[in-house]
């Protein structure tokens, strides 16, 4: 069998401030023996962002398409060099191409590699998928999405049939007319069936319509109770669908039987509105809801839902980013949610051998607003990364650490010292407790207790205890505050033979608020 080779060439890397995924690019419907290879490039330590160029050498097999942050190398026909981008502790980039392979080759993961380059480790996957296609909207029968999914839990079960065959994708191509909302609603009658198969993709960006957001509604109002999509999978990937007006949750996952973690993805999917990005259609509990899992959650629009927009309990090494939580996908529609935007509940550390195991969650970069109680709600001080996100209008404090809207985080948060402008330039002082990353953020306005959220997120620096930014900006009448996260390394005892990581990710709320002079 040959094999694909896969070159990665991790040099070069250069910082960037703020990271966006890029579009997967459309896949033709495939047949015969054209496949889609998928290759997800992981980080896997706490790191800031990079760009790194990547190599891919095709071997002899037909490209038939390649993403559009690639090109075909001018000397080698079977090579193809690519730019991607890698966030800290997430899964950060995908590259999709569609080859024609001879009919012997064996579609599956070609390996699992992992490279290890100074601090940093890269973990790459390529992948072969074999689709399931939706060609109607209908309830049920053949070429429904109930079907789609009835097939996937009988033919994708078990790991040994992803490492024979690939793991499955339930795609769509539904046939015109285009109804004039310009997307398809799937509204079914009864709850759909659970997902089940070992390793899944449900991936509405392979329905070709102009639309520009999320071609497929489920659309729940039909439901007398249940989830829109509930997953018990391995690893479960739900790209470009709107979810919403289901009884319970848009999207529900909890581990299989005898696992202790489901990894989920859920990108670009509009969770409690429809596919406008604005126009309510709330979910009865929440938009996203998910039991022991990891992953990454990201360009999402969470609004509109009754209860929290989306409730992580017992995660590990999921990255909540880029999302808008409570507003809508413009940017100023403000359905908020009915509770908190983001709510996670993470006991105190478990344990391996006596020895605290640390749970890796960072939450960046998100806009959370309009929500009607906290922006981000954590049940204690455990383990997280939080930083750059915007929080405002939110009833509730900006990050709530111990539901109790008074503090409850294990590090205290930093101290404005001075804020004052001179000549163009506002310049902050402060200090942090420990040697950590501070971000910093202005606001127009006090709450009523004195507080403030975090409008604008207006730059971040290494601080160790004491910090001075300096933003070329006039921020006189607006108020300052700070929020940090720290990386610390933990101590395994002497009589302990285990693997424990040493590093643990602390953050703070907002620091109580100074005006500029």
Same mark, same amino acid.
């Given at each position: ?19 966006? &995924? ?16 998928? +290759? ?12 790194? &160029? ?12 390649? =993403? ?31 080859? $024609? ?232 529609? =403000? ?17 391996? %051998? ?33 930083? %750059?996100?915007?929080? +405002? ?15 409850? *985080?294990?590090? =205290? %948060? &930093?101290?404005?010292? *001075? ?37 604008? +997120? ?14 070329? $900006? ?38 109580? =608020?100074?005006?500029?002079?």
């Amino acid at each position: 069998m040959r094999r694909l080779a896969i070159a990665l060439l991790l040099f070069a890397a250069s910082i960037r401030a703020d990271v966006r &995924p890029r579009a997967i690019p459309p896949r033709a419907i495939e047949t015969g023996n054209v496949k889609t290879w998928r +290759f997800v490039l992981v980080n896997d330590a706490p790191v800031a962002e990079q760009r790194v &160029p990547v190599t891919f050498s095709i071997s002899n097999d037909e490209l038939l398409s390649i =993403p559009a942050n690639c090109e075909r190398s001018a000397t080698r026909h079977d090579e193809v060099r690519c730019v991607v981008d890698i966030g800290a502790s997430s899964i950060s980039s995908e590259l999709t191409f569609t080859i $024609r392979t001879s009919t012997s080759l064996k579609f599956g993961r070609f390996g699992a590699a992992v490279t290890t380059i100074g601090s940093k480790s890269w973990r790459d996957e390529a992948i072969l998928a074999r689709d399931f296609v939706v060609t109607n909207v209908a309830d049920s029968g053949a070429g429904s999405l109930r079907a789609a999914i009835e097939q996937v839990n009988e033919q994708c079960a078990t790991n040994s049939d992803v490492s024979r065959d690939g793991p499955c994708r339930i795609s769509f191509a539904i046939d015109a007319p285009l109804p004039a909302s310009g997307w398809y609603t799937i509204a079914p009658k009864t709850p759909l069936p659970a997902l089940t198969a070992y390793d899944v993709t449900i991936d509405g960006s392979t329905q070709a319509n102009d639309f520009g957001a999320p071609k497929i509604m489920l659309d729940g109002r039909d439901v007398q109770g249940g989830h829109g999509l509930e997953l018990h999978c391995s690893r479960a990937d739900i790209i470009d669908v709107a979810i919403g007006s289901f009884p319970q949750n848009g999207i529900f996952a909890i581990p299989r039987p005898s696992a202790i973690y489901t990894g989920v993805t859920v990108r670009r999917a509009w969770l409690g509105v429809d596919p406008t990005g604005v126009q309510s259609a709330p979910n009865g509990w929440r938009g996203l809801q998910t039991y022991r899992s990891y992953g990454t959650i990201a360009d999402n629009v969470i609004a509109a839902n009754r209860r929290a927009g989306a409730f992580f309990a017992h995660a590990s090494e999921l990255t909540i980013r880029d999302n808008f939580v409570g507003l809508g996908a413009d940017g100023k529609t =403000p359905p908020g949610n009915g509770a908190s935007g983001v709510f996670i509940d993470v006991p105190l550390p478990e344990t391996y %051998a006596q020895v605290p195991v640390p749970v890796y969650l960072t939450v960046r970069d998100n806009v959370v607003a309009y929500n009607a109680q906290a922006g981000l709600s954590v049940t204690n001080g455990s383990e997280l990364a939080i930083g %750059a996100n915007r929080f +405002f209008n939110n009833a509730g404090a900006a990050i709530d650490f111990g539901l109790n809207g008074r503090g409850g *985080a294990i590090e =205290p %948060a &930093p101290a404005i010292r *001075a804020a004052t402008y001179a000549n163009g330039v506002t310049t902050i002082e402060g200090t942090a407790g420990r040697s950590s990353t501070v971000f910093l953020y202005a606001s127009g306005q006090l709450k009523a207790d004195g507080s403030v959220e975090a409008e604008q +997120f207006i730059g971040q620096l290494s601080a160790g205890p004491a910090f001075t930014l300096a933003v070329p $900006r006039d921020l006189r009448g607006l108020y300052i505050s700070a929020s940090s996260s720290a990386i610390t390394v933990g101590q395994i005892p002497s009589s302990c033979l285990c693997d424990v990581p040493k590093q643990h990710l602390l953050s703070t709320e907002l620091s109580a =608020p100074r005006r500029v002079d």
